[in-house]
Every structure is written in structure tokens, then in C-alpha cells.
């Protein structure tokens, strides 16, 4: 059953990424926030759940998947536009919007989807296996 637990938490820290990508694109044009700057991108951290250094030399049974480490901020200054008629313009007539790049968050987007896609096919090929073996040791 290792083998679908792997795949879980798998589909579980693409989930999480999708949602933090879709967060990213809800706030585009969100010039202020509670901390009072515009919003920052943030970027889902996962890794695997034990070091690489734990499965050198060790035996599979060992492999314990993926994790979600946490969110952080993309470091990147906000987008300066011209428009001294908003309110939320400063003393220059500049607005300070986030810098998310919508075409980048939505090939994020895709490959994430796709990396989902593939733990889930991955989880559905172990179930199957499991179920013939177990049809195969019901029949001997």
C-alpha cells in the first residue's frame, strides 16, 4: 500500500500548489492588502517528506512521498503604473500593482494539473496491481 500512500501525498501537495496558483491569479490587480502594500505571489515550498540522504543504500519500504514545507513570497518588486486619477495612487500619480504574470501562472498552472494527473494514474496502477495479486492469491 506503499505505493498509493506515496501517490496521495502527491495529489495532495499539487492540490495545495493549484490552490496557491489560483490564489496568485485572484489577486492580480490587488494594489492593497491588510499590510497595507500591494499583494505578493506566493510560491507553495514541498519537498520530499525524509532527506535523500535517508534513501541512499536503503530499501524502498523506506520511501515515505512528498510534503508541503510552506508558502512563501515571490521577492519581487511591485508593478509601477501611471494613473493619478485612483485613489491608491502616491505622490508621483503611480500605482503599485503585484507582479504576477499571468501567461507564467498559467503554464504553472498546466503543469501542475499534469503532475496531479500523473499521481492520480499512478495511485489507480497500484490499486490494480493489488487487486490482481490478491485475485492471484485467492485462486492458488
Known amino acids: 500500500m506503499k505505493a ?3 501517490s496521495l501525498s502527491g495529489l495532495d501537495v499539487e492540490w495545495r500548489r493549484l490552490e496557491v496558483i489560483a ?6 490587480n490587488t494594489v492593497k492588502t491588510p499590510d497595507g502594500g500591494p499583494y505578493r505571489a ?7 517528506k525524509t532527506s535523500f540522504q535517508g ?8 520511501l515515505d512521498g512528498v510534503a508541503v514545507y510552506g508558502v512563501e513570497p515571490v521577492d519581487t518588486p511591485p508593478r509601477k503604473v501611471h494613473e493619478p486619477g485612483n485613489p491608491m495612487a502616491d505622490a508621483d500619480g503611480n500605482v503599485s500593482y503585484p507582479d504576477i504574470n499571468h501567461s507564467a ?4 498552472m498546466v503543469k501542475t494539473s499534469r503532475a496531479y494527473e ?7 496502477a497500484a490499486r490494480t496491481m493489488y487487486v490482481k ?3 492471484m492469491g485467492r485462486s492458488s
Request: without cysteine; proline residues 5%.
Open 42 to 48: 506566493m510560491r507553495l515550498v514541498s519537498g520530499p
Open 118 to 124: 500523473a499521481n492520480l494514474v499512478a495511485m489507480n
Open 4 to 6: 498509493m500512500e506515496i
Open 105 to 108: 501562472e498559467m503554464v504553472l
Open 133 to 135: 495479486a490478491l485475485d
Open 55 to 62: 534513501h541512499l543504500g536503503s530499501n524502498p519500504a523506506s
Open 23 to 28: 490564489d496568485n491569479l485572484a489577486n492580480v
